[in-house]
């Protein structure tokens, strides 16, 4: 295994430790987050072990969501609804989503008379 791999899989367990928060894990593994981009770009296997991360932190999060909405924290209830209640009506504003062509025509009228003369 190359020096580089070696690394690659360093960062992927300091990125799992992390919780995917990449300044913490590059400085864990001592490289730049430049490096860890160039990454990201070129290595698909590297980038997809990188992607599966951020879907386990995104897990961590709503479960610590759902701690709080057992303790009874109204505000995180509210969030859950308003996000994951929304076709059940749990929404602040009216979301319209429109597929197709739609012909807008212009009709401009004049709503004043330009004064004629001097000053």
């Not at 430049?34 to 770009?41: A, K, V």
């Amino acid at each position: 295994m190359a020096n580089t791999d070696i690394v690659k899989k360093a960062m992927i367990e300091a990125l799992e430790k992390s919780l995917g928060i990449v300044t913490t894990a590059c400085k864990m593994v001592d490289i730049s987050r430049e490096t860890h981009y160039r990454w990201l770009r070129e290595d698909e296997a590297y980038k997809e072990a990188v992607d599966a991360i951020a879907d386990l932190t995104l897990d961590f999060v709503e479960s610590q969501l759902h701690k709080q909405i057992q303790k009874g924290e109204v505000t995180s209830t509210i969030f859950y609804l308003k996000t994951k209640g929304k076709k059940r009506g749990f929404i602040e504003k009216q979301e319209i989503e429109h597929s197709g062509n739609m012909q807008v025509n212009w009709v401009e009228e004049k709503t004043y008379e330009p004064k004629t003369g001097s000053l």
